[in-house]
């Protein structure tokens, strides 16, 4: 009654046509993976009398599946790059990374799965010169200085969708911030084959940020799957 494989049969297992899904059927949940299983059901015809079991249907479950990757490109390749940097940053300027982001996401999860990007820095740190460029959402073209992150594409082979996250789908100099929190970037509420999404990062600097060759952040993307 449950919708689980149990041990022994009793009387609050049986259930109405209606209540089993009807012509939709039911699903049988808690199972092992990469398990084949055998079910034939039986009915009650009346009062403690029931029918013989009907024929057996057979069905195996598959391994769970997750599958992760980043490239960091300029187009969309497999590398095992994993920087990007973006040279001189002038003042006054928004400049973008040369390279996006690539992240590969493959699962056969009922319900999907994220991905997620979280900062060591918050920013663009600089030990030499005690400073961080701190990480924020907004449109750093009228800011005075900013550090964050721009989705630029989802897409997959099959399944999903894959998507970007709203709060990553910006265009022009907007950004969205990366600090220590755990952030969802992209998403899928689905199984999904061969899903790809990139991401870049902006920045801006003002007169008055401190000079320093050190500015660096570490980011950190995260992938999980909803079974």
Same mark, same amino acid.
């Given at each position: ?16 046509? +209606? ?5 939709? %059927? #039911? =699903?049988?949940? !808690?199972?092992?993976? /990469? &398990?084949?299983?055998?079910?034939? $059901? ?37 590398? +095992? ?5 973006? %040279? #001189? =940053?002038?003042? !006054?300027?928004?400049? /973008? &990374?040369?390279?996006?982001?690539? $992240? ?124």
């Amino acid at each position: 009654s449950d919708s689980t494989v149990g041990a022994t049969l009793g009387l609050e297992d049986y259930q109405t046509y +209606t209540a089993w899904g009807g012509t939709s %059927g #039911t =699903l049988i949940i !808690g199972l092992l993976p /990469n &398990t084949t299983y055998k079910v034939k $059901v039986k009915a009650m015809q009346g009062s403690k009398t029931e029918t013989d079991y009907g024929p057996v249907a057979t069905a195996a479950t598959v391994g769970a599946k997750l599958s992760f990757d980043i490239d960091v490109a300029p187009t969309n390749v497999d590398n +095992t790059i994993s920087t990007t940097n973006f %040279g #001189t =940053l002038s003042p !006054g300027t928004v400049t /973008n &990374t040369p390279d996006n982001i690539w $992240v590969d996401f493959d699962t056969n999860a009922e319900n999907g799965g994220r991905v997620y990007i979280k900062s060591t820095n918050s920013g663009l740190k600089s030990t030499r010169a005690t400073y961080t460029i701190a990480s924020l959402s907004g449109n750093l073209a009228s800011l005075q200085e900013g550090f964050g992150v721009q989705g630029v594409s989802a897409t997959q082979t099959s399944g999903g969708p894959f998507t970007l996250m709203p709060s990553y789908t910006l265009s022009g100099d907007n950004v969205a911030i990366s600090d220590a929190t755990i952030r969802e970037i992209f998403t899928a509420g689905a199984p999904v084959t061969a899903g790809r999404g990139a991401f870049l990062l902006k920045a801006k600097t003002s007169s008055v940020t401190p000079a320093a060759s050190d500015y660096q952040d570490v980011l950190t993307v995260i992938t999980s799957a909803s079974f």
